[in-house]
């Protein structure tokens, strides 16, 4: 089984309005309220391809309750920590005119220690080995920024392999502990060793950095510019399909669901990194965040991997 975490879930509120002005009255010509939330996101696109996946994380509220009932309509297991307050709800706006996504997100309620203990409880009582553990996504208030590290270390003893998306602190403290795989996208990267990239191989090099305290992949989201993956076997840059953008919203976590796919159903490199460009790419071809398996098929096999050296 494939479990995901997410710890400041959200409704997105994804609104499409031709040629946005802020300050101005703008009408909506299409609308849509999903569950969300960049774990969410996985789980969603795991069963899009076929999977199973289990979603674990903090809800509070009514927008709590939308995104759990919304979960099982889907048929996807989940096991979530109810808290005081309301679920955060995120507005998306997508304007196809001016190829822009403009992005409202709330805060969020306050998580409690009590509530980070309950969940790690129903996190590590219901683990086994076979597992994989999807740890993604930003913290709420009141949650320390070595929550990850803390529990990759704790999967690592239990012999359960973990897949880190995160950004800033939590990816620092994360990498620390060495997850099985780790997807910055190139912007977190860079973020993570204050440097600007110009080149494949710069990017190459700074990932190369993440395998130094034991993980074994990681792979850089680079955009339309493709992506870039880094094992200490062998080095594979696969390169961006030219489509028309919708919104780039649960890209980054479609190609986190493929990767853990990959992952657990022993797929060849090869494949597995044209799954996860494909579903990175599907996913902006839509304004919501789960890509169709239709679009998902179609691309594929224009997926181009080449692999620097095995």
């Known amino acids: 089984m494939i479990i995901t975490v997410t710890l400041?879930?959200?409704?997105d509120k994804v609104m499409v309005i031709n040629d946005f002005k802020?300050?101005?009255v703008n009408r909506a010509s299409e609308m849509m309220v999903e569950a969300g939330g960049k774990g969410i996101n996985v789980s969603k696109t795991i069963v899009s391809i076929g999977g199973s996946s289990k979603a674990l994380g903090i809800l509070a509220g009514?927008?709590?309750?939308?995104?759990?009932?919304?979960?099982?309509?889907m048929n996807i297991e989940s096991g979530f920590v109810y808290v005081d307050g309301e679920t955060r709800t995120n507005v998306k706006i997508s304007d196809p005119i001016n190829n822009m996504v403009t992005d409202i997100n709330e805060p969020g309620p306050i998580v409690s220690q009590d509530a980070i203990d309950k969940l790690s409880k129903l996190l590590f009582d219901g683990l086994s080995k076979d597992d994989l553990l999807i740890l993604t996504g930003s913290t709420p208030q009141g949650v320390?920024?070595?929550?990850?590290?803390s529990w990759i270390t704790t999967a690592k003893a239990f012999g359960i392999?973990?897949?880190?998306?995160?950004?800033?602190?939590?990816?620092a403290n994360g990498a620390e502990a060495g997850p099985y795989l780790m997807k910055p996208n190139i912007h977190?990267?860079?973020?993570?060793?204050?440097?600007?990239?110009?080149s494949v191989d710069e990017v190459i090099e700074l990932a190369k950095r993440l395998l130094t305290k034991g993980t074994e992949m990681v792979a850089v989201s680079c955009g339309?510019?493709?992506?870039?993956?880094?094992?200490?076997s062998w080095v594979a840059v696969a390169e961006g399909i030219k489509i028309n953008v919708k919104s780039t919203v649960g890209a980054g976590d479609a190609m986190v669901a493929a990767l853990s796919y990959g992952?657990?159903?022993k797929l060849e490199p090869e494949a597995m990194i044209k799954l996860a460009v494909a579903c990175g790419t599907a996913t902006v071809m839509s304004y919501g965040n789960q890509p169709s398996k239709e679009d998902i098929d179609s691309l594929i096999e224009k997926v181009n991997v080449i692999f620097l050296y095995r």
């Open 224 to 232: 339309e510019e493709g992506a870039v993956f880094v094992t200490s």
């Open 22 to 24: 802020s300050g101005s």
């Open 8 to 11: 400041n879930p959200a409704v």
């Open 144 to 149: 320390n920024k070595d929550i990850y590290n």
């Open 188 to 198: 977190e990267l860079e973020r993570l060793y204050g440097v600007q990239t110009s």
């Open 263 to 265: 992952i657990h159903e």
């Open 161 to 171: 392999r973990c897949i880190l998306d995160a950004d800033g602190e939590l990816l």
């Open 62 to 73: 009514q927008s709590g309750g939308f995104i759990e009932k919304s979960l099982r309509h």
